[in-house]
């Protein structure tokens, strides 16, 4: 056998990957075997209340971790009906794929989440990307697919909302000002933009290092700055470039029809009749990609992004464009594809938009990113996928 130390850091990596596939095929027999103990009544033969309470005391699970894994063997073993035939697996598309060792438990408890909001034939598409992210992407993924399916509704109108009440309570404690808070969604979402630039860490410098504040410090700093600035109105923070903006992202259909619903740059949904006040309460700044009001490509003569280019990257790529990340467009940089300092112009078609850690690991790692039919996808290093398979963002897929 040979020593860890001694391999090449990719084949170390496979290595991992090979030995945690066989840690979830042998995770999938242990489901097996608890779905088994289930369908005999092991627990009332042995004594106990339920099965999580005798997996609590033979392998010293928690109850909560004994719980979850008797609730994912029933939903992957199937059940035993009064006539003693074996029915099919609850997610029989997850089931295959645990087999096989390409999604985990915590995979499996994502899944059964999601499916609860989407029909069956929907489990395909929802394993298919749990087999190439992790579970919080596959939650979000499945939200927005399950909002994609309502949207086609052929419902003509939405209910009206409930009603959100803005509420604030202050109250001064030992010298300083307690604040208590609950916004409805667009004042929470513009809130959040704002806030948002304002509390960023502090650059890292040789001096001082990294910034050593807590995100509740950060945030109750940004705060003390919003106020400072709200009294210097015309010193507003930029975001990007521009003026901070919370971006409502709806077809134009649905809005003239005043059904379904829009989504803010926080991820967050809010029905047609509230865009429409808002349409009325705020300036709008049509959109239309290459029109001749907003310049596209500046070539070679900056690096920096315009604003005109960055609206339409929010517009495209609606948030990091990296496979599974959620990251919204205010958390978010322009990225040239081709290097600018390799001489890459600075354009819609040769920009795309990445989070900070991504920009990062872009810059750093062998992950590739390209331009296919004006979408951003990515090709992932060999070790992680030996064929380099091209991946794309489905979270941030248009509705």
């Not at 709008?284 to 315009?306: E, H, V, Y």
Request: include cysteine; proline fraction near 7%.
């Amino acid at each position: 056998m040979i020593e860890t130390r001694l391999l090449p850091t990719d084949e170390l990596l496979r290595s991992l990957v090979d030995e945690v596939v066989e840690i979830r095929v042998r995770e999938n027999s242990v489901l097996q075997k608890i779905a088994e103990l289930d369908r005999r009544g092991a627990a009332g033969e042995l004594g106990y209340k339920n099965l999580p309470q005798v997996l609590r005391h033979a392998v010293r699970w928690d109850l909560t971790t004994a719980k979850k894994w008797v609730t994912n063997a029933g939903l992957l073993g199937g059940e035993i009906t009064p006539t003693g035939s074996q029915l099919a697996p609850v997610l029989p598309v997850t089931a295959d794929a645990v087999a096989e060792g390409a999604l985990s438990v915590e995979h499996v408890t994502v899944v059964a989440e999601v499916m609860k909001a989407l029909p069956a034939e929907a489990e395909d598409s929802i394993v298919g990307f749990a087999r190439e992210h992790g579970p919080s992407a596959v939650r979000a993924f499945g939200k927005d697919l399950a909002y994609r399916l309502y949207q086609d509704d052929p419902e003509p109108r939405d209910p009206a909302p409930a009603l959100q009440v803005n509420q604030h309570v202050m109250s001064w404690k030992n010298g300083m000002l307690e604040i208590k808070a609950l916004l409805d969604t667009v004042t929470g979402a513009k809130y959040q933009a704002l806030l948002d630039p304002l509390a960023k860490p502090r650059p890292e410098t040789v001096e001082d290092g990294p910034d050593p504040r807590s995100r509740a410090v950060r945030e109750g700093d940004a705060l003390a700055e919003l106020v400072d600035l709200m009294l210097r109105a015309d010193q507003l923070p930029e975001h990007g470039g521009e003026p901070v903006t919370l971006t409502v992202t709806m077809r134009y259909d649905d809005l003239a029809k005043q059904v379904g619903q829009a989504t803010l740059d926080n991820g967050e949904h809010i029905p047609a009749e509230q865009v429409r006040q808002l349409a009325c309460d705020a300036g709008i700044i049509p959109l239309l990609l290459g029109a001749k009001s907003q310049p596209m490509d500046i070539g070679r003569k900056t690096r920096t992004f315009t604003a005109g280019i960055r609206r339409t990257l929010v517009a495209r790529d609606r948030g990091c464009a990296f496979p599974g990340c959620g990251r919204p467009p205010r958390q978010c940089d322009g990225h040239h594809v081709r290097h600018w300092s390799d001489g890459g112009d600075t354009s819609v078609d040769n920009a795309v938009l990445l989070c900070r850690h991504h920009h990062t690991l872009i810059h750093q790692s062998e992950w590739d990113v390209t331009m296919e039919h004006g979408i951003p996808t990515f090709y992932p290093p060999r070790w992680l996928d030996e064929d380099r398979k091209p991946r794309r963002n489905l979270l941030h897929a248009a509705v």
